[in-house]
């Protein structure tokens, strides 16, 4: 599934909560409205984040495994 991304933050390399604390970060400096794609190579990544996207009342586009890391993809709604 190809979704057009506003901002991809490359946290590969990066674990648990490096890649969530990232995106909460971008989730701040971004508007309502706005695509954030997180690539991680933490597999917990893929398991935390959705569960912090659900919980802050945003919306997860998808999460998708790729080549050795995964594109947690989420939509600012508020």
């Known amino acids: 599934m190809e979704v057009k991304s506003d901002r991809v933050i490359d946290a590969r390399g990066s674990y648990c909560p490096g890649p969530l604390m990232e995106l909460i970060k971008a ?40 080549d050795g890391y995964w594109r947690i993809v989420v939509r600012k709604t508020k």
Do not use: N, R, T
């Not at 508007?31 to 893929?46: H, L, P, R, T, Y």
């Open 27 to 66: 989730i701040k400096e971004e508007e309502v409205g706005k695509v954030i794609e997180v690539w991680s190579s933490d597999k917990s990544s893929a398991k935390d984040i959705p569960e912090w996207v659900k919980k802050a009342g945003h919306e997860l586009i998808g999460v998708f495994e790729e």
